[in-house]
């Protein structure tokens, strides 16, 4: 007999519990997509390439296209459409407007998600593979345009708005009162 290879589940996407009948095979960026119509996280290449489709399962960076949707079940999803408080902006989405952090926008949702993990990571005192001194005393590195640049690495801008990426991503971690510097601020 033929194992069905459908069934329901619960995903609790930006505060709100949404149960669908889904295909086990569905990856979570579909649903979110077909099926919850938040249609903000973008399909790139849908294969783990590009970062468009940057998502936070319990804040921290996910590709939703390489994560299936039964999966996600239990985790709390953030989207774009999730980042802002009401009215208010995320001091990040607020950053990539006032910095004219992208051009056609496509990449930008996916951004934006990671770059709020990457200032939660850096804070959190994570290194990277550009980090000097990766001593657990040392604490987190000064956010260098070249730490952005490589904590940022898997989010692929198609128009090349790099430099006002980094410019962004600077300028909302400065906020939190992460220790920049000129180099990543310029
Ligand atoms: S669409 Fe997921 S990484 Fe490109
Ligand atoms: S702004 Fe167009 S792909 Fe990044």
Redesign the pocket.
């Known amino acids: 007999m033929a194992r069905s290879t459908a069934g329901v589940i619960t995903l609790n996407v930006n505060g709100e519990k949404h149960t669908l009948p889904v295909d086990h095979r569905t990856t979570l ?1 579909d649903a979110l997509r077909e099926r919850l119509d938040l249609t903000g996280t ?13 998502v936070l399962l319990d804040g921290r960076r996910s ?4 994560h299936l949707a039964v999966a996600a079940e239990g985790q709390e999803i953030t989207t774009i459409e999730g980042v802002a408080e009401g009215d208010r902006l995320h001091p990040v989405q607020e950053a990539f407007l006032d910095l004219d952090g992208y051009q056609c926008g496509y990449c930008t949702p ?1 951004q934006i998600c990671s770059a709020i993990a990457v200032i939660e990571e850096h804070a959190a005192g994570w290194p990277s593979a550009a980090t000097a001194d990766v001593r657990p005393e040392a604490g987190p590195p000064p956010l260098t345009a070249e730490e952005i640049r490589e904590r940022m690495s ?1 989010n ?1 801008c198609r128009c090349g708005a790099y430099v006002s990426i980094v410019r962004a991503v600077a300028r909302a971690a400065a906020e939190t009162g992460a220790r920049t510097t000129n180099e990543g601020a310029a």
Do not use: H
């Open positions: 960026l973008k399909k790139g290449c849908d294969q783990g390439q590009c970062g468009a489709c940057t590709l939703s296209c390489l996916g898997g692929l």
